[in-house]
């Protein structure tokens, strides 16, 4: 096995092992997906509560400092010379989801949801 037969055979060798291991992993996810579906409700409200706790353990001064970071960061962007692309980016993206409404139009925007 020399030459670019040898190569081809290994790539297609690749190939089909990735593919097999992609099957098993769609099969497990779709098996993890029904369970998710199953007990989605109970595990938002304890991911909540969770969290709410969590928030609430941390110092109060841990707050500050996280507030403090922030706001000295979108300082910095604004002042930089690419912070007006990114507020743009993010400006037209934003009004990309609206799909085209009138300004007078009371309809919802359209988050990610098929049409």
Same mark, same amino acid.
């Given at each position: 096995?020399?030459?670019?037969?040898?190569?081809?055979?290994?790539?297609?060798?690749?190939?089909?092992?990735?593919?097999?291991?992609?099957?098993?992993?769609?099969?497990?996810?779709?098996?993890?997906?029904?369970?998710?579906?199953?007990?989605?409700? !109970?595990?938002?409200?304890?991911? $909540?509560?969770?969290?709410?706790?969590?928030?609430?353990? %941390?110092?109060? +001064?841990?707050?500050?400092?996280?507030?403090?970071?922030?706001?000295?960061? %979108?300082?910095?962007?604004?002042? =930089?010379?690419? $912070?007006?692309?990114?507020? $743009?980016?993010?400006?037209?993206?934003?009004? =990309?989801?609206?799909?085209?409404?009138? !300004?007078?139009? +009371?309809?919802?925007?359209?988050?990610?949801?098929? !049409?």
């Amino acid at each position: 096995m020399s030459g670019a037969f040898g190569h081809r055979r290994s790539v297609a060798e690749a190939r089909e092992k990735l593919n097999r291991e992609e099957r098993l992993l769609d099969s497990s996810r779709a098996e993890l997906q029904k369970r998710l579906d199953r007990y989605r409700a !109970p595990l938002l409200i304890a991911a $909540g509560l969770i969290g709410g706790f969590a928030l609430t353990a %941390a110092p109060v +001064t841990l707050w500050f400092r996280a507030g403090g970071i922030l706001t000295s960061g %979108a300082a910095r962007l604004v002042r =930089s010379k690419a $912070g007006p692309v990114f507020v $743009g980016a993010l400006c037209a993206d934003l009004l =990309s989801r609206f799909r085209g409404a009138a !300004p007078n139009d +009371t309809r919802q925007p359209n988050f990610g949801a098929d !049409p």
